[in-house]
Nanobody, 121 residues
Framework: QVQLVESGGGLVQAGGSLRLSCAAS????????MGWFRQAPGKEREFVGA???????IYADSVKGRFTISRDNTKNTVNLQMNSLKPEDAAAYYC???????????????WGQGTQVTVSS
């Protein structure tokens, strides 16, 4: 079992930065792939990026070059540094854990409650 709690969301102006964190509890964190997803009102949940237990990383094309995922297995945390934010990045952001390194939401077994990111233009 893995419990996930996101933090760091808020209101930022377009062009600004935010850093989201996800704190995980559970013995399997270090062997889990961690993903970030987002969902805007009226839209489907969208893959943002993922990091494997060994540090492999994949990003959605829409955030590549602007967002950076990192993890600290000693602290059971995964972070999402978001730079050059755009209004279209506004959404609820979720971290999730999976035994598979994937961008497919259905493969993630554990989800946090989400943290809201608002980007003003």
């Amino acid at each position: 079992q893995v419990q996930l709690v996101e933090s760091g969301g808020g209101l930022v102006q377009a062009g600004g930065s935010l850093r989201l964190s996800c704190a995980a509890s559970g013995r399997t964190f270090s062997s889990s792939s961690m993903g970030w997803f987002r969902q805007a009102p009226g839209k489907e949940r969208e893959f943002v990026g993922a990091i494997s237990w060994s540090g492999r990383i994949i990003y959605a094309d829409s955030v590549k070059g602007r967002f950076t995922i990192s993890r600290d297995n000693t602290k059971n945390t995964v972070n999402l540094q978001m730079n050059s934010l755009k209004p279209e990045d506004a959404a609820a952001y979720y971290c999730a854990a999976s035994s598979t390194f994937t961008r497919v939401a259905a493969w993630y077994n554990y989800w946090g409650q989400g943290t809201q990111v608002t980007v003003s233009s």
